[in-house]
């Protein structure tokens, strides 16, 4: 055997174990997983039975309660309807009443329509009995309303002559009056006008007495 088959042999035996180490050591690990794996597997059934048991129980305590709350809306029910049969007979009860009521109200209002109605009949008669007379009235003294005034516009005839006679005195009253009023302005305006030329006058006396007075002293 050559050295270069004795290189290759020895590689070959080396790469051999360096597999065989490489499985013993695969086979370890995998042996160790399956170890990990059955642990769990047992782990995890034995938590989903006791979940199982868990479920189990609520589901017995939740059909319990169920089974009560059943019972209790059975008895609710027929609670509610001994109560709905006494409530319908008290309002048959009452829409009776009312019924009855609601009937004698009627035939009283229909006593009290006819009675209005006999009433207002008779009141009719005495309304046109007084709207008769009134009119009767009202003629007559539309009658004597105009007599009457005819007689005022008579009489205003003459009142109007009167009353003509009466404006012109005045007029003529008030006229002289103007004329002596104008007379007695103007002697007063006169007078005035004497009696102020007479203070000047004085004035004058007065003023030339003093300068004489003080001319001589």
Do not use: C, P, W
């Not at 609710?76 to 009521?101: F, M, P, S, Y």
Request: no cysteine; net charge negative; charged share 35%.
């Amino acid at each position: 055997m050559t050295t270069e088959e004795e290189s290759e042999l020895y590689k070959a035996q080396t790469e051999i174990r360096h597999l065989k180490d490489t499985i013993s050591a695969l086979r370890d690990e995998l042996d160790h997983l399956n170890v990990t794996k059955a642990d769990a597997v047992q782990k995890a059934v034995a938590n989903a039975h006791q979940e199982h048991l868990q479920l189990q129980a609520t589901a017995g305590a939740l059909r319990d309660e169920l089974e009560s709350m059943r019972v209790k809306m059975g008895d609710a029910v027929q609670q509610a309807k001994a109560d709905a049969h006494g409530e319908i007979v008290q309002l048959t009860n009452t829409a009776q009443a009312l019924r009855d009521e609601l009937e004698k109200m009627r035939s009283e209002r229909i006593e009290a329509v006819q009675r209005t109605l006999a009433d207002g009949k008779q009141e009719a008669g005495t309304l046109i009995q007084t709207a008769q007379a009134l009119r009767d009235e009202l003629e007559k003294l539309q009658s004597e309303k105009t007599e009457t005034v005819q007689r005022t516009k008579a009489d205003g005839h003459g009142e109007a002559l009167q009353l003509q006679r009466t404006v012109g005195s005045l007029r003529d009253e008030m006229e002289l009056m103007r004329h002596r009023y104008d007379e007695q302005k103007q002697d007063m305006e006169r007078d005035f006008r004497d009696e102020n030329q007479q203070l000047r006058d004085t004035i004058t006396v007065l003023r030339q007495t003093l300068e004489t007075q003080n001319g001589g002293n």
